[in-house]
């Protein structure tokens, strides 16, 4: 029986390896050395060149090498996000200007709309139809009895004592008439015209504007995580984070960044009059600030700026965070509406929670403003360049009951041109006509509530601008930031 012939002896193990060669260049008649001699030599395989980001702002990709800092591209990518950071706040400012002025102006309900010198012209006229008639020859002709204005009342240093607001001639030169703008955009227009104001002054407080915004993103966000990450390290365990987290990490931001808050409405409500400015710039209002009205302890836990700040900031937050949510189920397309899933209807439901928000946030916004205006301790008086209150506020509740049952809401405010030689010849029916024209006047005369939403419009048309742009942009996130801030 034959032996089957064994394979063990025959096999030989191959001399050469796995080698991976560059294909030769089109161009090349060369032959590559490397293809000839293959056995032994392996292919070395080089760095892949950075990509050339657009702008180069963007790092690049470094694999297979230790990351380092380019400090270059940061420092340039740090300069492009504050210029555009500054640019988008400098086209908002403006309308911010207006807005915060109109807030913090104190419109009076019982001041006078006639001037008191008719009274004295109406008693020289009873008293000349009682002269006799005689004395007639000894007038010159075409002079009749002089009609002297009413006296002004005066202090004991002889200074005239301002008795309205509506007095052109007691009026400070550094205020804007009360009553001439009903509007953000018509105190914009205002403002501007104004003498003592003019162009430049519609970008007061632009660089603390900034400087909040930028650090108010950054580190909002990061408070949010720390609390989320607390409470997920905790014992007690959440399936979701609880809803009061985002609206305190909104709180805490907005408490932390207060005195630049504070400082940022003292810039925009003074004068921009040399001899009138209390303040010449952020760093040294805030430490006026700090050196007359308490120190950090007053910036931060003084009544009249941490309650509003709470409240303010609270409201605004819970309603960014809760009103969505309710109101996206009810807009036809299902209950399980969602930022990934509808983005256009989501973003339509924020619109009108923020909408809707304003109602309860707007006025609140005001009063706070209307406090911050008002200085503490031994600090000086603010010259403002509209029409305050003389008298300060005593809280959030005393501001919002005196606004509503002292001040008047029908803006611009019509001031009425005594005409001479009207009296005589007006007889009982335009007297009557008169009497019921003033008493058919709004119920805007008599209440306060319009000075509480001042900027309410400007507020809507900037949501309505912001949902359009998120329409058209393909259903981006709809932020509170930016121009829905207004």
């Known amino acids: 029986m034959a032996s089957n012939p064994s394979l063990r002896d025959l096999y030989s193990p191959s001399s050469t390896r796995w080698t991976f060669v560059p294909p030769p260049l089109p161009n090349s008649n060369a032959p590559d050395p490397s293809i000839s001699n293959v056995s032994g030599t392996s292919y070395q395989w080089t760095t892949r060149p950075a ?38 706040t400098a086209m908002a400012m403006p309308l911010e200007v207006g807005k915060l002025l109109l807030q913090i102006q104190w419109v009076p309900r019982d001041m006078p709309t006639q001037e008191p010198e008719e009274e004295v012209e109406e008693e020289v006229e009873t008293l000349s139809e009682t002269t006799n008639e005689e004395e007639s020859y000894f007038v010159d002709p075409g002079t009749g009895p002089t009609k002297y204005p009413a006296p002004k009342l005066v202090d004991d240093k002889g200074y005239v004592i301002r008795t309205s607001v509506l007095e052109d001639g007691t009026r400070p030169e550094y205020i804007i008439p009360v009553g001439s703008a009903d509007s953000s955009w018509s105190m914009v227009k205002r403002v501007a015209s104004f003498r003592s104001e003019g162009w430049l002054s519609l970008w007061k407080g632009l660089l603390t504007s900034c400087i909040h915004d930028v650090i108010y993103t950054n580190v909002q966000p990061l408070i949010d995580s720390v609390l989320n990450s607390l409470f997920a390290s905790s014992q007690v365990g959440f399936y979701r984070p609880p809803l009061l987290l985002p609206v305190a990490s909104h709180v805490l931001a907005a408490f932390l960044l207060s005195p630049l808050d504070l400082v940022r409405t003292r810039l925009i409500a003074q004068s921009s009059t040399q001899r009138y400015r209390t303040y010449t710039g952020p760093m040294n209002a805030l430490s006026e600030i700090l050196d007359n009205e308490g120190g950090l302890r007053g910036v931060y836990f003084h009544p009249h700026l941490l309650i509003p700040t709470v409240l303010e900031t609270g409201f605004r937050s819970l309603v960014h965070v809760t009103l969505p949510a309710m109101i996206a189920p009810r807009l036809g ?3 399980h509406v969602a930022a990934d899933t509808h983005p256009v209807a989501w973003a339509f439901a924020e619109v009108l929670a923020g909408c809707a928000g304003l109602l309860v946030t707007l006025p609140i916004e005001t009063v706070r403003r209307r406090l911050q205006v008002q200085t503490r301790g031994t600090g000086k008086p603010l010259c403002t360049c509209v029409e305050t209150r003389p008298v300060p506020y005593n809280g959030v509740v005393d501001a919002l009951w005196h606004i509503l049952t002292e001040e008047r809401s029908d803006l611009p405010i019509r001031r009425p041109r005594r005409q001479k030689g009207v009296e005589k010849e007006r007889g009982d029916g335009d007297q009557d ?6 008493k058919e006047e709004g119920w805007l005369r008599h209440t306060g509530i319009g000075q509480l939403y001042r900027g309410l419009g400007m507020r809507l048309a900037a949501s309505i601008v912001v949902f359009l742009l998120a329409t058209v942009g393909g259903g981006e996130d709809v932020d509170g930031g930016g121009w829905a801030e207004l």
Do not use: T
């Open 51 to 88: 990509p050339n980001s657009i702008f180069d702002l963007s790092p690049s990709l470094n694999v297979g090498r230790p990351s380092s800092v380019d400090v270059p591209l940061l420092f340039r990518s740090l300069i492009a996000s504050a210029l555009l950071q500054y640019s988008s």
């Open 333 to 335: 397309l299902g209950p």
């Open 433 to 438: 006509a008169e009497v019921s024209e003033r």
